[in-house]
């Protein structure tokens, strides 16, 4: 019985270990021991480190810099899963004396580092160029794509907060940009008035991004005016098939005249007159009988929305 018991006891120890090392270990994503024992040369990543650059931002401008490295360390396990975690070193790229030129190397240094633990960034050697900052300003044009507009609305007016913004960067780069957008990834479809935040991207004359620039600022506010493509039309009773023998049609009604359609132009909506209603006379077995949920329609192949889309109609016969 003790026996059993202390089987018992051994296996909920070792499952407890087990979690405790999973929980332990979700602590350390970055870090992995690649050679070595539990004290010499372990060796872990870690990623996404901010690369600090030091330079005269004022006049210069910088191609070909990452704004995170990969780091790796390399040291006794204790110490390099320390500093995986506490992050307290940086990795910095000293410019300072650097002059204007393309394909230059630079190498990224590690500071900060526990003595024991040595760095090295990936990549650890850049090719950079260092050109003469310009600064211009640009137009602002903002664009919405057509897809996110219901049926029956267009754009009326687009305005936007900042109608100019200041572009930094080499002047070869500026020289590229042929427009500069106001883009919204908000993809909920529109049908009313709205605002929303607008980040801002520079094209050039084939609509590629440029990149290697500083928008300042990076967004704005867009303001989104709509306009409705719509009008009344009057709606009228299509009826289908005979009355039971014996029987005459008194009168069919339906429970609105008029309806409002909206089209995807003005061009399709002139062409829609009149919207129709089906009704079946053939099954009619009362002298006063009703019809609901009927959906009403435009004989034109158009695509065609509306607030009434079904209607009741009332139907009234009486003998001959």
């Known amino acids: 019985m003790r026996l059993k018991e202390n089987n018992k006891l051994k296996l909920i120890s070792f499952l407890i270990a087990i979690l405790l090392f999973l929980?332990?270990?979700?602590?350390?994503?970055?870090f992995s021991v690649l050679d070595?024992?539990?004290?010499?040369?372990?060796?872990?990543?870690?990623?996404?480190v901010p690369l600090e650059v030091d330079y005269d931002r004022e006049k210069l401008y910088v191609v070909g810099i990452p704004n995170t490295v990969s780091v790796k360390l390399s040291g006794t396990q204790s110490k390099v899963q320390k500093e995986s975690i506490a992050k307290n070193f940086k990795a910095k790229l000293n410019l300072r004396d650097a002059q204007i030129g393309d394909d230059q190397k630079v190498r990224i240094e590690i500071e900060g580092l526990e003595r024991g633990v040595e760095g090295v960034a990936e990549p650890s050697i850049l090719t950079i160029s260092?050109?003469?900052?310009?600064?211009?300003?640009?137009?602002?044009?903002?664009?919405?794509?057509?897809?996110?507009?219901?049926?029956?609305?267009?754009?009326?007016k687009l305005n936007v907060t900042n109608e100019t913004v200041k572009i930094s960067g080499a002047i070869e780069t500026l020289d590229r940009i042929s427009e500069v957008r106001a883009e919204t990834?908000?993809?909920?479809?529109?049908?009313?008035?709205?605002r929303e935040e607008a980040k801002l991207v520079a094209y050039d004359s084939d609509y590629n991004k440029i990149e290697d620039i500083q928008i300042e600022p990076v967004s704005t506010l867009m303001s989104i005016e709509l306009k409705s493509i719509?009008?009344?039309?009057?709606?009228?009773?299509?009826?289908?098939?005979?009355?039971?023998?014996?029987?005459?049609?008194?009168?069919?009604?339906?429970?609105?005249?008029?309806?409002t359609i909206r089209a995807e132009d003005e061009a399709s909506l002139a062409k829609v007159s009149e919207m129709f209603v089906d009704v079946d006379l053939s099954?009619?077995?009362?002298?006063?009988?009703?019809?609901?949920?009927?959906?009403?329609?435009?004989?034109?192949?158009?695509r065609i929305a509306t607030d009434t889309p079904i209607v009741k109609v009332t139907i009234k016969i009486r003998k001959k």
Do not use: C, H, M
């Open 283 to 302: 099954d009619v077995k009362e002298e006063t009988e009703e019809r609901s949920n009927l959906k009403i329609y435009p004989k034109e192949n158009i």
């Open 36 to 48: 070595g024992n539990t004290s010499d040369n372990a060796t872990g990543w870690v990623s996404d």
């Open 130 to 156: 260092i050109r003469e900052k310009v600064t211009r300003e640009f137009k602002v044009t903002p664009v919405i794509k057509k897809e996110r507009l219901l049926i029956g609305y267009e754009v009326d």
């Open 230 to 259: 719509e009008k009344e039309v009057p709606l009228e009773v299509n009826t289908i098939g005979n009355l039971p023998q014996g029987y005459e049609l008194v009168s069919v009604t339906a429970d609105v005249s008029k309806v």
């Open 23 to 30: 929980s332990v270990n979700e602590n350390f994503k970055n």
């Open 185 to 194: 990834d908000t993809r909920t479809k529109l049908n009313k008035n709205t």
